[in-house]
């Protein structure tokens, strides 16, 4: 069974950085470099929204409005891992982040759908103060 596990979260500070990991096991861990690979964020008394996704054959990237320019997605196939770098952090960034996985990976042209991924993450908090 694919795994993924989060780490990285916790307490950040506005305008400050927190880097996010997400590390795949099991069937995940198996040919890692051919999934796409996604972040969303729920935060509370919200629905869940897509963050950011990688692409597997070019690690092409794709970012929310808000994100773009704040948030840089990046693989490690050889690690089994990709990051998620959150900068300039706000508080309107406080969630419930998850990454996410499937195959085939999907195009990188739009805000990724929650449906399309099939593994997910238990999920880690990030909490933005002032």
């Known amino acids: 069974q694919g795994q993924l596990v989060e780490s990285g979260g916790g307490s950040g500070h506005t305008g400050g950085p927190l880097r996010l990991s997400c590390i795949a096991s099991?069937?995940?861990?198996?040919?890692?470099?051919?999934?796409?690979v996604a972040w969303f964020r729920q935060a509370p008394g919200k629905e869940r929204e897509g963050v950011a996704c990688i692409r597997s054959s070019d690690d092409s990237t794709y970012y929310g409005d808000s994100r773009q320019g704040r948030f840089t997605m990046t693989r490690d196939n050889a690690s089994n891992a990709v990051y998620l770098q959150m900068n300039s952090l706000g508080p309107e960034d406080t969630a419930r982040y998850s990454c996410a996985a499937t195959v085939p990976s999907p195009p990188v042209d739009g805000i990724p759908v929650t449906g399309l991924y099939d593994h997910w993450g238990q999920g880690i908090e990030v909490t933005v103060s002032s």
């Open positions: 099991g069937s995940t861990r198996v040919n890692f470099a051919y999934y796409g």
